[in-house]
Structures are given as C-alpha cells and as structure tokens.
C-alpha cells in the first residue's frame, strides 16, 4: 500500500517557489523519502495582499504558530495517512487544526519535530503551557535533533520523544576531504549564523582588536555597536554563492554559542565538514552527538579565552588543524550526517508508527487493511 505523507512547511519553503529554477526539491531534504511506498505533498503558499500577510503574522505572533497557513493546506493534510512537520510552529498549528477536526481516529498520524520550544518553555506562562499542553496531547509521535531536547520532552511533557540525525545537502556542499591546511596571517576566521543562541559577544572578546585576527562575522541579528572591532567585519551572507565565498575565505569556521538544548549551530559544523576546514565550537547542545571531539575544537560556553586559545592552538599547529577537518569530513561521511539520511530516518519512523497504529487497530480494520495488502500483492486480480 502506498502511504500519503505530507510535509508541512513554513510559510516561504514552499517546494514550488523555493529557490526556483534550481530543482533542489524540498528545503530540508524530505523529497529522498519519495518512493512507490510514500508518496509525499508538501504546503503551499497562498498569494495574499499586504493586509491579508499582516493578520497572518500577528496571528502567529500570538499563538506561536502559523494557523493561517495551516489552514489553508487543511484539505491536503486530511487526504494524508501521515503529516511531517520540522519544527513545533508547523506541529502546533496542525494539531490545533486536527483537533478542531475532530474524529481523531480517521485522521492521519502526527510526527511532531521540536526545535525551539524545549528552550523556550520554562520562559512560558501558565496559560500558554496549559494551551501546548493540550496540543501536544494530538501529536503520535515527538521527534527532536538533539539528545538534550529529547530527554527534556519526558521531563516537562512526560512523553518520549525520539532523536533524528539532521543533514547537509551535499549538492549544495560537496564533501572536500582536505589534504593540507595552510593558515593565513592574520588567521581568517568566518562566523555565520543567525540562530537566537549565537554568542556573538564572547566571539569579539576574544579576538576583537587583536591583529592576529581577520573576522567576517555573517548574520541578520543586530551587533551593539559597543562590540564593534577594527577587525570584525560584519555583514549578512545572504544566498549559497555568499556563503561558499565566506567559506572559501577562512582558514577556519567558529560556531561560539550560548548554552541550548536544541543543537544549534549543527548546519553551519556540517557545512565546516564539508568544505574541509578546521572548526571552533561552543560545547552545548548536544553537538558532540553529531562530531566527535576529534573532529572540532569545543569550548567552554562564555570563556572567551578559551576561544582564544583554541585558534592560537590551530595557528600554531597546522597538522593537528588539518587533521581535525580530515576527521570532521571522515564522520560526516561515515556517520552519513545529508538530507538523504535525515529522509530515511524518517521513512523509518513512519512504518515503526504505522505498524503500531495496526497492531492497536480494532481486529475488522485490521483484516481490511490485509485484504488490501494481499489484493495488491496479486495484482488486484
């Protein structure tokens, strides 16, 4: 039997429309799932006037979600056998939309990915607690991308969550195995990111004014002008060319964060991997799940001269730099860290979901659902 699956996105990834013309599929990889057995629709983004995208956002504002959006891809979803989401803005707003539904049991399944809200939720009141709470409730299954955010879901929802892999395109990023690391002076050191827990603060102290250091720091996120070093040249890398190019720059790549449970800072470190250079990172998160201490430099969180040391370490010592890259390429390759995996993990989970959804069935829906199987297998004949 074939399995409906579908993606639901945020408003701005819609397949049709995101990065068009480069046929890269979905954003985050979910089109490898593709196959006879699933076959996948994803959300669309509807034209709307100014007004109409103002509503939409103060909405989202309010709730913490797009409902919105989700309601306007609610025929779509209900068609399915299994909705993905990526992160709890997508999930939430689906189950609100399921439970308004009703009839739970004709539904289709809800795999929930949490990214931001396990950091956020001690900052929630009473009533917005109470209000996920309930939300959560609809949700079979909880999924994070890290370990931490996954064992604080039995902590504060009393709820297993299970921990996926995420992944790097490597279409975009092709896998460099480096073969020799030769640092510029002042070495070059390139910082990108716009997550909420980037440490651009402890980032500057350490290397701010200091002539053993060139930095091009890339964000969207406001740097106080108190911060601002002769030698930190900030400005956004928007699209992929920018990015490589700040790549390509670098003698190395630093990902200085404060603590978090949610694996920020793991594109850019798989991005690092790829393209073959050397990286300095925060130790929060639950990063080293994803790259071994043999393959990053990790420091302290908020030890600015920790960071400091770390790169006067790799200055000084251009065959250990190098072989960290060449270990941080190697696992990103055996531990198979690309969107390819990210899909399949959850190809995975769908049939483990699926398959209990059956063994729980009542006994008629069960010899149904084999009668299909079995007419499917002889041809319908």
Known sequence: MTTKVHVHLFYGADPRFYRQGENIGCLYGYHHAESDEFKLSYSQDAKESKPVRLVRRALKTLLGFDLIHTLRNRDEMLRSDVIWTHTEQEWLSTALMLLMNGKRDAQPLLIAQSVWLIDKWPQYGFLRRWFYRKLIQRADLLTTLARDNAELCRDYFDRDATQLFYGLNTRDFPVAHPKTFQPNTPLRIAAIGNDRDRDWETLIKAVGNDPRFAVRLATRRRIPRSLRSLNVQIAPAAGLKKQRELYDWADVVVVPLRPNTHASGITVMLEAAAVGKPMVVTNVGGLEDYFSKSAASYVPPFDADALR????????????????????????????????????????????????????????QRDNANARVSTQSRGGL
């Open 309 to 364: 040391d770390a790169f006067i370490r790799l200055l000084a010592s251009p065959d250990e730099a190098l072989q960290q890259a060449q270990a941080a390429s190697m696992e990103l390759v055996s531990r198979d860290h690309t969107t390819e995996h990210y899909a399949q993990q959850h190809v995975k989970i769908t049939r483990d979901l699926l398959r209990r959804r059956m063994q729980h069935a009542p006994a008629a």
